[in-house]
Protein backbone atom coordinates (compact mmCIF):
# COMPACT_ATOMS: atom_id res chain seq x y z
CA UNK A 1 0.00 0.00 0.00
CA UNK A 2 1.04 3.48 -0.31
CA UNK A 3 0.76 6.22 1.92
CA UNK A 4 0.41 9.87 1.01
CA UNK A 5 1.54 12.78 3.19
CA UNK A 6 0.82 15.86 2.72
CA UNK A 7 1.52 20.01 3.82
CA UNK A 8 1.48 23.25 2.95
CA UNK A 9 -1.83 24.68 2.92
CA UNK A 10 -2.90 27.35 5.33
CA UNK A 11 -4.65 30.84 4.53
CA UNK A 12 -3.12 33.51 2.57
CA UNK A 13 -4.06 36.86 1.10
CA UNK A 14 -5.19 37.21 -1.95
CA UNK A 15 -1.95 37.83 -4.24
CA UNK A 16 -0.13 35.68 -2.27
CA UNK A 17 1.64 31.90 -2.74
CA UNK A 18 1.32 28.72 -0.93
CA UNK A 19 3.45 25.77 -1.65
CA UNK A 20 2.06 22.62 -1.60
CA UNK A 21 3.84 19.00 -0.52
CA UNK A 22 2.56 15.19 -0.90
CA UNK A 23 5.14 12.56 -0.24
CA UNK A 24 4.37 8.93 -0.69
CA UNK A 25 5.99 6.10 1.21
CA UNK A 26 4.97 2.50 1.31
CA UNK A 27 5.26 -0.27 -1.06
CA UNK A 28 6.60 1.75 -3.94
CA UNK A 29 8.07 0.68 -7.14
CA UNK A 30 6.87 2.95 -9.43
CA UNK A 31 5.58 6.24 -9.10
CA UNK A 32 3.45 6.97 -12.22
CA UNK A 33 1.34 10.05 -12.56
CA UNK A 34 0.85 12.57 -9.84
CA UNK A 35 -1.88 15.24 -9.48
CA UNK A 36 -3.33 17.44 -7.55
CA UNK A 37 -7.27 17.88 -7.30
CA UNK A 38 -9.21 20.35 -5.22
CA UNK A 39 -13.13 20.51 -3.72
CA UNK A 40 -14.43 23.75 -3.05
CA UNK A 41 -17.89 23.79 -1.01
CA UNK A 42 -20.73 22.51 -3.02
CA UNK A 43 -19.08 22.04 -5.98
CA UNK A 44 -17.35 18.92 -7.51
CA UNK A 45 -13.36 17.77 -7.25
CA UNK A 46 -11.32 19.40 -10.14
CA UNK A 47 -8.08 18.63 -11.43
CA UNK A 48 -5.25 21.33 -10.77
CA UNK A 49 -2.54 19.98 -12.27
CA UNK A 50 -0.89 16.43 -13.75
CA UNK A 51 2.61 15.78 -14.27
CA UNK A 52 4.04 12.12 -15.16
CA UNK A 53 7.05 10.24 -14.71
CA UNK A 54 8.60 11.77 -17.21
CA UNK A 55 8.11 15.57 -16.28
CA UNK A 56 4.92 15.96 -19.02
CA UNK A 57 2.37 18.77 -17.27
CA UNK A 58 -0.77 19.58 -17.47
CA UNK A 59 -3.07 22.02 -15.86
CA UNK A 60 -6.81 22.91 -15.51
CA UNK A 61 -7.76 26.22 -17.15
CA UNK A 62 -8.31 28.32 -14.25
CA UNK A 63 -4.84 27.79 -12.90
CA UNK A 64 -2.46 28.35 -15.98
CA UNK A 65 0.08 30.45 -15.65
CA UNK A 66 0.07 30.84 -12.00
CA UNK A 67 0.55 27.20 -10.67
CA UNK A 68 3.70 24.90 -11.10
CA UNK A 69 3.43 21.15 -10.69
CA UNK A 70 6.86 19.26 -10.33
CA UNK A 71 8.14 16.43 -8.42
CA UNK A 72 11.32 14.96 -6.85
CA UNK A 73 11.31 11.47 -7.86
CA UNK A 74 14.42 10.71 -5.19
CA UNK A 75 12.11 12.00 -2.92
CA UNK A 76 9.00 10.64 -4.31
CA UNK A 77 7.32 13.94 -3.62
CA UNK A 78 5.25 15.98 -5.58
CA UNK A 79 4.54 19.67 -5.21
CA UNK A 80 1.96 22.31 -6.04
CA UNK A 81 3.74 25.86 -6.34
CA UNK A 82 0.49 28.39 -6.31
CA UNK A 83 1.57 31.88 -6.90
CA UNK A 84 -1.31 35.05 -7.58
CA UNK A 85 -4.12 33.19 -5.53
CA UNK A 86 -7.17 34.48 -5.59
CA UNK A 87 -10.44 33.88 -3.30
CA UNK A 88 -12.01 31.14 -5.99
CA UNK A 89 -8.66 29.00 -4.87
CA UNK A 90 -10.12 28.26 -1.80
CA UNK A 91 -10.59 24.85 -1.49
CA UNK A 92 -9.61 21.70 -0.12
CA UNK A 93 -6.36 20.66 -1.98
CA UNK A 94 -6.21 16.66 -2.64
CA UNK A 95 -2.75 14.79 -3.60
CA UNK A 96 -3.45 11.89 -6.22
CA UNK A 97 -0.76 9.28 -7.34
CA UNK A 98 -1.16 5.96 -9.64
CA UNK A 99 1.78 3.95 -8.62
CA UNK A 100 3.10 0.18 -9.06
CA UNK A 101 4.59 -1.90 -6.31
CA UNK A 102 6.37 -4.12 -7.81
CA UNK A 103 7.76 -4.85 -11.83
CA UNK A 104 4.23 -5.65 -13.74
CA UNK A 105 1.33 -5.02 -11.08
CA UNK A 106 -1.36 -2.80 -11.90
CA UNK A 107 -1.56 1.06 -11.40
CA UNK A 108 -3.20 1.90 -7.95
CA UNK A 109 -4.86 4.76 -7.43
CA UNK A 110 -4.28 6.55 -3.82
CA UNK A 111 -5.82 9.83 -2.63
CA UNK A 112 -3.89 12.10 0.00
CA UNK A 113 -6.25 13.19 3.11
CA UNK A 114 -6.76 16.54 1.83
CA UNK A 115 -4.97 20.33 3.12
CA UNK A 116 -7.43 23.53 3.23
CA UNK A 117 -6.39 26.50 1.38
CA UNK A 118 -7.97 29.34 2.08
CA UNK A 119 -7.38 32.58 0.57
CA UNK A 120 -8.73 35.80 1.99
CA UNK A 121 -9.73 38.76 -0.54
Same mark, same amino acid.
Given at each position: ??QL ?5 ? /?????? #???? #?C? +? @??SI ?6 S ?5 P????? *?V +? +?I @??T???NY ?5 G?? @?I?R???K %?? *?? /??M %?? /???E?T?? !? !???? !????? !???? %??? @?W ?6 TV #?S
Amino acid at each position: QVQLVESGGG /LVQAGG #SLRL #SCA +A @TGSIFSLNTMSWYRQAPGKQRE *VV +A +AI @TRTGFTNYGDSVKGRF @TISRDNAK %NT *VY /LQM %NS /LKPEDTAV !Y !YCNV !YSQEY !YGSA %NQQ @TWGQGTQVTV #SS
